[in-house]
């Protein structure tokens, strides 16, 4: 079974998640974590752990070409990524003032150092998180699935299999309802994403969406009284984003790269995410 093949594009999708979190932070781990270097060093590693990752599962049986990813290096890379950061935030801080103002959540207190704190923890976000997954998620393994699924079929598959990671994640969840509500919310994440990946044919404003999530939480920090009504109300937002960029996506299909029918196929599953909807 080639590596292409969805399944196993999948598992080895999770396997670099896992992965370049192991071999990016790894070399930090000498440093001690109050070194000045460690968080830096960090995120760099988690970086170039996946850029190195995925280049070398695009050169499995049955590759992909490189520019499928998605990292087109032109002038929209950078107003794509702002508008996707915007989106992203906007999204979290809505469903912040609607948490607090429905009480089922406060306003944390004001974090001190103010915007140098702001910007660190955007950096941070964007370089151990937000580009590392996306690239693997929204970049490698949605062109991947778009060899042989049909548009909606590889939106839910890359937003599900991103969101059902997040059962392990460190949150502030604490029964099973909760657990599987920020599993939802992270699936809400992953659609949003894609649908921003669908829309602009790179991964620029999926890395901007991810990066939002964490820009909107500094932006407008909250304190828990009914979590799970807390990730609801998150979930419906970012879901209402996903809508948002799907709906805005340019006519004629978004993919980075041509795209091949698989084996014994005919690429009927092929069609555009202009298509998509008539």
Known sequence: MK???PV?????????????????TAPVMLLDPGDALYRPLGMAGITLASL?????????????PWRGVGLTMSWRAAPEVLLGLVAGAAAVCAA????????????????????????AGIVFALFSQAFPEELLWRGHLFDTLSARLRPWTVLIVVSAGFGALHIISNSAA?????????????????FACAAARARTGTVWMAVGV????HTGNLLLP???????????????????????????RRKGGTTAAP????????????????????
């Open 222 to 248: 909250t304190q828990d009284i009914a979590y799970g009504v807390q990730l609801l109300i998150l979930t419906g937002t970012l879901g209402l984003t996903g809508l948002i960029l799907l709906a805005g």
């Open 259 to 278: 795209r091949r029918p698989a084996d014994g196929q005919t690429g009927q599953g092929e069609q555009s995410y202009g298509e998509m909807r008539r």
């Open 210 to 213: 991810h990066t939002g999530l």
């Open 3 to 5: 590596a292409t093949h």
């Open 8 to 24: 196993p594009a999948v598992l080895i999708t999770v396997a670099a998640m896992f992965a370049q979190v192991i071999v990016g």
């Open 52 to 64: 190195g990752l995925v280049f070398l599962i695009r050169r499995l049986p049955g590759h992909r």
């Open 174 to 190: 604490d029964t099973l309802a909760e657990r599987l509500l920020y599993v939802l919310q992270a699936i809400a994440l992953g």
């Open 96 to 119: 912040s003032a609607l948490s607090v103002t429905l009480g089922v959540a406060t306003w944390a207190p004001e974090e001190a150092g103010g915007l140098p704190y702001l910007l």
